[in-house]
């Protein structure tokens, strides 16, 4: 096995991770272009030295290799990456799809270091098609309205807050206003998103906003 076949491979694992990141950095995920490009180079990597690192060992009686012991460890050790996109914010779950993009970023970075170009293709078209193509014929799917919480300043941050959403697409089912125990406004919406994911871009929008600090989403 030569050095520029090892290069292609963690070249190709590097483009197919690029290509899902770049989707990811289009619906502004945590994880984006460059995360997913270096973890699908880095699984390929690791791969090639699992695989071929250790050519030059000579082998006697009394000494066996592995040579699925390194390859093995990425697969636990991705568990970390992806656990960091993951967001638990009262009560509500935020990041699972983007770290297990991350996961299988990392399969198809193994596939593409084993030389298994075919199918590293294949699953990062699946995984392009899980992402966005079903998403666009199915939008109803893991679909669902959210009902969500904050505190305003005022009423004038409220209707900026609904301005905001209204512009984004999102129907607004059920809107009411009131005080908490602290007297402070408050104001608590139902509403339908144009798509699903919706809860990850909610919770950035309303920490842009002026006046407005979201409780909680359910």
Known sequence: MDTADFILRTLVAALLGGVIGLERGLRAKEAGFRTHFLVA????LFMILSAH???????????????SRIAAQVVSGIGFIGAGTIIFQRQAVHGLTTAA?????????????AGMF???????????VGLEVLNGLFPQVGHH??????????????????????ADGVAIVTYTLGKDEEGRLTVRMEVKPARSGYADKLFRMTEELDGVT???ID
């Open 41 to 44: 180079l880095g699984a390929a």
């Open 53 to 67: 690192g250790f050519d030059d060992v000579s082998l006697t009686g009394n000494t066996r290799l592995d040579v």
């Open 101 to 113: 993009g991350l996961w299988v970023t990392a399969a198809i970075g193994m596939a593409a270091g």
């Open 118 to 128: 075919v199918i590293a293709a294949f699953a990062t078209l699946l995984v392009l």
């Open 145 to 166: 309205n959210l009902t969500l919480t904050a505190v305003a300043e005022n009423e004038e941050a409220v209707r900026t807050l609904t301005d905001r959403l209204k």
């Open 214 to 216: 979201l409780r909680e």
